[in-house]
């Protein structure tokens, strides 16, 4: 995800004395973000989700093991 260099390092550890917080993490993009979110949660089975977004929703919920079940999210009128 990272190569967890020095400056990397630094920029969380100024950026959690900034925000007065004890942990942070920083990912490259939002793939990442919610690919390390999804495990961290330990979801499984199936996910309800928009077909109406970046392709990295469904991604993340793939390369997890998850499966994406698409719903309509338009209200009839």
């Known amino acids: 995800m990272t190569n967890a260099g020095p400056f990397h ?22 793939t990442l973000a919610l690919v390390t979110a999804l495990q961290a949660l330990r979801i499984t089975g199936e996910v309800i989700t928009t077909p109406y977004s970046f392709v990295a929703t469904a991604h993340s919920l793939l390369w997890n093991g998850i499966k994406p079940v698409f719903v309509d999210t338009a209200s009839e009128a």
């Open 9 to 30: 390092q630094q920029f969380e550890q100024a950026l959690c004395d900034y925000l007065g917080v004890e942990h942070i993490s920083l990912f490259a993009n939002g």
